[in-house]
């Protein structure tokens, strides 16, 4: 690189760090810690069972060695072309790996060679939810060089198992599945919050990721790197753990996408690519405000700043699209455009009140209130009309504290039904 490209490349990430306030406060996703989070103090001594390690560490020294050819099978397993490494995994497959045990090893020993070889190990753990657990264990682990060998083994296995549905399975197996399963509506069943039997588009895994989001809030910029590849990768299989675990720690990404170490940058440039749409351009390097500009068009695809979860939530965030939808409500209710008083009596002969939808013009869609629907309370406040419609809906936004709830109670078709407004 010639001296006037890498005083460029400098000057813009300062620059691109200026625009975006790196000295902010550190934005926290996560903040409560646990006995999975970075960085664990193990103190303890346990006896591993002697023969299973012996051949562990003997695999472990074959595969890590400078040289040795690896590669992963159909199962994400790491495999040696070495005729001793194939031997002491025949052993291992024989003997069985306790995933328990490997859990208290990774957690509380005090010997990091113990502790390296537990996780080299959880990948030939026979039961898969097991490894996944295990897999979780990585950020809390306090060697880096563990946690560096560890995370690529990780993401081999995720690529041959996160992605399986309950479909992918044959009948046997399936009734294995189901076998194992509480009732629905059992009270087993109710404690593990199952209310349904399995579907074929059902998931068979996840993963707990706070541990790696907690990673990112650490200030060596290797473990920010390691966190946003990590986390990259595991999207780029089952981007629904996105839209689970990533909302909260967007301001944080947002941070470490102004970060003036390169790699950060360019893991954090990645992890937004990998929840864009599929239109999304390459990234603006030079321009720092251009780039914010474009990790929010991409965060945006996954999280639109106002979203219908199911008919029965609303989620809006601050962002020009909730001043447009607030505007349009108000306009619409000021001129009573969109419906009319309304005296109703349900089947069981009980009067109701309030303000009928007769048509839901297209920039108010997203409020998820059908026409033909008669607004009756809002946050319990009873409605009339349009006039004691809006001014509800404005007094309960004075006096709420953020994050401010709306709950827009509704009658159709002799149904009650109750639309909850999240206002961030």
Same mark, same amino acid.
């Given at each position: 690189?010639?001296?006037?490209?890498?005083?460029?490349?400098?000057?813009?990430?300062?620059?691109?760090?200026?625009?975006?306030?790196?000295?902010?406060?550190?934005?926290?996703?996560?903040?409560?810690?646990?006995?999975?989070?970075?960085?664990?103090?193990?103190?303890?001594?346990?006896?591993?069972?002697?023969?299973?390690?012996?051949?562990?560490?003997?695999?472990?020294?074959?595969?890590?060695?400078?040289?040795?050819?690896?590669?992963?099978?159909?199962?994400?397993?790491?495999?040696?072309?070495?005729?001793?490494?194939?031997?002491?995994?025949?052993?291992?497959?024989?003997?069985?790996?306790?995933?328990?045990?490997?859990?208290?090893?990774?957690?509380?020993?005090?010997?990091?060679?113990?502790?390296?070889?537990?996780?080299?190990?959880?990948?030939?753990?026979?039961?898969?939810?097991?490894?996944?657990?295990?897999?979780?264990?990585?950020?809390?682990?306090?060697?880096?060089?563990?946690?560096?060998?560890?995370?690529?083994?990780?993401?081999?296995?995720?690529?041959?198992?996160?992605?399986?549905?309950?479909?992918?399975?044959?009948?046997?197996?399936?009734?294995?599945?189901?076998?194992?399963?509480?009732?629905?509506?059992?009270?087993?069943?109710?404690?593990?919050?199952?209310?349904?039997?399995?579907?074929? /588009?059902?998931?068979?895994?996840?993963?707990?990721?706070?541990?790696?989001?907690?990673?990112?809030?650490? $200030?060596?910029?290797? /473990?920010?790197?390691?966190?946003?590849?990590?986390?990259?990768?595991?999207?780029?299989? #089952?981007?629904?753990?996105?839209?689970?675990?990533?909302?909260?720690?967007?301001?944080?990404?947002?941070?470490?996408?102004?970060?003036?170490?390169?790699?950060?940058?360019?893991?954090?440039?990645?992890?937004?690519?990998?929840?864009?749409?599929? /239109?999304?351009?390459?990234?603006?390097?030079?321009?720092?405000?251009?780039?914010?500009?474009?990790?929010?068009?991409?965060?945006?695809?996954?999280?639109?700043?106002?979203?219908?979860?199911?008919?029965?939530?609303?989620?809006?965030?601050?962002?020009?699209?909730?001043?447009?939808?607030?505007?349009?409500?108000?306009?619409?209710?000021?001129?009573?455009?969109?419906? /009319?008083?309304?005296?109703?009596? #349900?089947?069981?002969?009980?009067?109701?009140?309030?303000? #009928?939808?007769?048509?839901?013009?297209?920039?108010?869609?997203?409020?998820?209130?059908?026409?033909?629907?008669?607004?009756?309370?809002?946050?319990?406040?009873?409605?009339? $009309?349009?006039?004691?419609?809006?001014?509800?809906?404005?007094?309960?936004?004075?006096?709420?504290?953020?994050? #401010?709830?709306?709950?827009?109670?509704?009658?159709?078709? $002799?149904?009650?039904?109750?639309?909850?407004?999240?206002?961030?």
């Amino acid at each position: 690189m010639s001296p006037s490209i890498a005083l460029f490349r400098s000057a813009a990430l300062a620059s691109l760090a200026a625009v975006c306030g790196a000295q902010e406060p550190k934005v926290t996703a996560y903040p409560e810690q646990d006995i999975l989070s970075p960085f664990r103090h193990p103190a303890d001594v346990y006896a591993p069972p002697d023969e299973l390690f012996r051949l562990l560490r003997q695999m472990q020294a074959i595969a890590d060695a400078p040289g040795a050819k690896k590669d992963f099978d159909a199962n994400g397993r790491e495999v040696v072309d070495d005729d001793n490494w194939r031997a002491a995994r025949a052993a291992v497959q024989t003997l069985g790996v306790d995933a328990a045990y490997l859990a208290q090893v990774m957690r509380l020993h005090k010997n990091a060679g113990e502790r390296a070889t537990a996780f080299y190990g959880a990948f030939f753990c026979d039961n898969v939810e097991h490894v996944m657990n295990l897999i979780a264990h990585i950020p809390g682990e306090p060697e880096r060089r563990t946690r560096t060998l560890a995370m690529p083994r990780a993401i081999a296995y995720l690529h041959a198992h996160l992605g399986k549905r309950f479909g992918d399975l044959g009948a046997e197996a399936k009734q294995a599945v189901v076998a194992a399963l509480p009732e629905p509506g059992s009270p087993a069943a109710k404690a593990a919050g199952i209310t349904r039997a399995p579907r074929d /588009d059902d998931e068979l895994y996840s993963l707990r990721l706070v541990p790696f989001f907690q990673l990112l809030d650490l $200030d060596d910029k290797i /473990d920010q790197a390691q966190g946003l590849w990590f986390l990259k990768e595991v999207f780029l299989i #089952r981007r629904d753990l996105a839209r689970t675990w990533l909302e909260p720690s967007l301001p944080r990404l947002r941070q470490l996408l102004a970060s003036t170490d390169p790699t950060v940058r360019d893991e954090a440039i990645g992890l937004f690519a990998a929840i864009g749409p599929e /239109d999304l351009p390459p990234a603006p390097l030079e321009d720092a405000v251009a780039l914010q500009a474009w990790a929010g068009r991409a965060s945006r695809f996954l999280f639109p700043p106002i979203r219908n979860l199911n008919d029965a939530v609303v989620q809006i965030q601050p962002s020009p699209e909730r001043e447009a939808l607030l505007a349009a409500g108000v306009r619409a209710l000021a001129t009573s455009a969109i419906g /009319d008083a309304f005296t109703g009596r #349900r089947k069981d002969g009980q009067y109701y009140h309030g303000f #009928r939808v007769a048509t839901v013009p297209d920039e108010l869609q997203a409020l998820a209130i059908p026409a033909g629907a008669v607004i009756t309370t809002v946050n319990g406040v009873g409605v009339t $009309d349009a006039a004691s419609l809006l001014a509800a809906v404005q007094r309960q936004l004075e006096v709420l504290k953020h994050p #401010r709830r709306l709950f827009v109670e509704y009658v159709r078709d $002799d149904a009650a039904h109750v639309v909850e407004y999240r206002l961030q």
